[in-house]
Each structure stands twice: as C-alpha cells, then as structure tokens.
C-alpha cells in the first residue's frame, strides 16, 4: 500500500480503463490528505491526517505471571497449581492479556499449549524483567544488611586523629562492603558540607553549628595541659595558673580559650607569657614535644600525642572543650549513619573510662 501526502500540480495521471496509456485530465489545484489506512482514500479537508501510533497495552503484573507460568509449564492446570488460584482464573487472566495486546500468545496442539514465536519474543522480555526484580530485591538486601552503599564523613582536626580513627575501624571491620570517606576540615566547612548534604555526619566545634543542620550529639570535656615528657610539671596531679608562670606558654587562638569565664581568666593571667601562638592542637602539641614549651589544648588532641612525647596534666580550672555530631535535617539517617553514631557512643564511653584526663564537664 502506498502512502501520498503533499501537494499535486494542476496536472495528474489517471490510468485508463481501456488501455495502458494515461489521460491527462487538467483539475482545479488542491490539498489532497491520503489516509494511510487505505491509500485509495483521499480527505479533500483542511486537516492533515497522520498515521495513528497504537497505545501501549495495559499490562498487569498478575497477568504476567500467569503467562509466565504456563510458558513454563506448557499446561493451564499446572500454571493454576503453580499461582495457587482456580484454573478458570488462569484461563481469564491469559484471554484478557491476548485481548490487551491484540494477539494470540498460544496454541494447542495434541492438548498441550504451544507458545507462538511472538509469545517467546514477549516472554524474553519479561525474563529482563523478573531478573531485574531479582537484582533489586538483592540491593534492598544488602542496604538493610549494610552490604551495599557509602558513608561520607566530616571531622574537624581534634576528632580526626582520636576517637574516629578507632570508630571507622570497627564500622569497617563489621561492614566492609560499606565505602567511607572522610573530610578534614574546619567546623564550618564541615557545616556546610552538612548542609548541602555532601556529606551524612559531621563533627564539629558547636560554635560553627548553623539552623541549616541538626545536632544528633553534643559532649563537653575539659581542656588539659601538655607538658613536655620529664618537666617538673610532669610531677603535679593537676596544673593551675601559678604554676604556670615564668613558663613559656604555647597560645592557642584567643577565642578558644575565651568562650568561657575561666579561660578568658587564664588567658589574661598568661599573655605576657603567649610568646608562640598557633591555630591548632595538634600543631602546640607538636611543638611541645619539641620542648619548646607547654600548652592547653583539647583532651584528644593530647592523647594522641601522648606516646609523642608529652604528659598530659589535667588544669585546675575548668576550661570547656566542646564537640557534637551534626547531620542534615533535610533527609533522615541513613541506617550506616545510625550504626556508626551507636559505634562512636560506644568508642567514646570506652575512652572517658580509661583515659583518665578525658572528663566530661557536668
């Protein structure tokens, strides 16, 4: 059948009825629309006919299985017995989907049904089908099971080298299909990556913390004192301001020490003494392993460095170090971020118990 749309000259050939030639008959000029149905038919109206796409059928799931189940079984009887309904059930569900798609799936041939070559190409596809419900069916396995997905993390310095370490080590011993990453940063980096959820947990200084994220923890603990390793301080069970005089005193940032009353005190009682200021724990440490000096910074920092060359003393005054757990309030917790906030609990209370200069303030 052949299909004419556009538009004709004046002039068209017509065949004769007598003989093989053609006759040329002069016609007024005009649209002529050719349904693609039947070419013959012409539409002399102002609208261009296009062919109709057919609509998709609508299929349902039960339909399928039973379709697939009597592809399987080559029998009515047995797809019944196998689907746990009537046969008539059956027999319904396979006449209304050979109605939906509007051809016929089987023959029967010595009493058996016989699956059609077009019953075999749709059969195909549904296999791609169940396998892929298969495969999703795994996933959801392996997520509820941890065996499949990630965990982004985000520490500011102090946390990333005490607590977290051991953390992630056990949450990789018991999850090791899980992949973790983990951002260093300052809290208020880490804040952001919260916020615009680059990242599922963070830990950070409260001070950076923003209405755009969501404390899951908070802990506050004392600051300490780190003394270089055989100093005469080394021999005190607590360390005070006067003891501390006439010591060159390693100065962290002025806004550390001075968020509260007490170590704005002992700022003020020490500046003249502040010959050497840094920005980071772990740099006074460092430095104080050298003997360059002494410095209060946070408990974990300290106890990192322990081993390094330090002793860590506790301060008489109470100078508070904070630190909390942050996530986003825009999506809840995954179930690898929940496990890993139970496993940092449990990491944390182990350490306040056999760490004895690691105190939570009350």
């Known amino acids: 059948m052949n299909c004419i749309i556009g538009r004709f000259s004046p002039f068209f050939l017509e065949p004769s009825a007598a003989s093989i030639g053609t006759q040329i008959h002069k016609v007024k000029e005009q649209d002529l629309r050719i349904s693609c149905i039947n070419a013959m038919d012409y539409e002399r109206s102002g609208e261009l006919r296009m062919p ?68 075999m190409l749709l059969y195909d596809e549904i296999q791609k089908y169940f396998r892929n419900l298969q495969k999703l069916a795994h996933t959801a396995a392996d997520i509820r099971a941890l065996a499949h997905g990630q965990l982004r993390l985000g520490s500011f310095i102090a946390l990333s080298i005490a607590i977290t370490p051991a953390v992630i080590k056990e949450f990789n011993r018991a999850h090791p299909q899980i992949h973790i990453s983990c951002t260093t940063a300052q809290s208020r980096q880490i804040v952001d990556l919260i916020a615009s959820r680059f990242a599922d947990l963070g830990i950070v200084d409260p001070i950076a913390v923003t209405d755009a994220v969501r404390i899951e923890r908070r802990w506050q603990f004392r600051c300490v004192c780190a003394i270089p390793t055989g100093h005469s301080l080394a021999e005190s069970d607590g360390i005070s301001v006067s003891q501390l005089a006439g010591e060159n005193v390693i100065g962290l940032e002025r806004e550390f020490l001075s968020r509260y009353v007490p170590g704005a005190r002992l700022y003020e009682a020490l500046a003249s003494q502040l010959r050497i200021q840094v920005h980071q724990s ?28 330090i002793t860590v003393r506790p301060l008489e005054a109470t100078i508070p170090f904070e630190m909390c757990i942050i996530s986003s309030p825009e999506a809840p917790l995954s179930v690898a971020a929940q496990e890993f906030l139970e496993l940092f609990d449990e990491e944390m209370d182990k350490t306040c118990q056999t760490t004895a200069h690691i105190v939570i303030c009350t």
Do not use: N
């Open 52 to 119: 109709r796409t057919p609509k998709p059928a609508t299929i349902s799931l039960r339909q399928i299985e039973a379709f697939k189940a009597i592809v399987e079984t080559a029998s009515v009887t047995a797809a019944a017995s196998s689907m746990h309904v009537s046969q008539p059930s059956v027999s319904r569900l396979l006449r209304s989907l050979e109605e939906s798609i509007g051809f016929a799936l089987f023959e029967r041939r010595k009493g058996r049904l016989v699956a059609t070559p077009e019953a």
């Open 282 to 309: 772990i740099a006074a440490c460092a430095l104080v392993a050298e003997g360059v000096g002494v410095a209060i910074v946070d408990p974990f920092t300290a106890m990192h460095c322990a081993p390094r060359g």
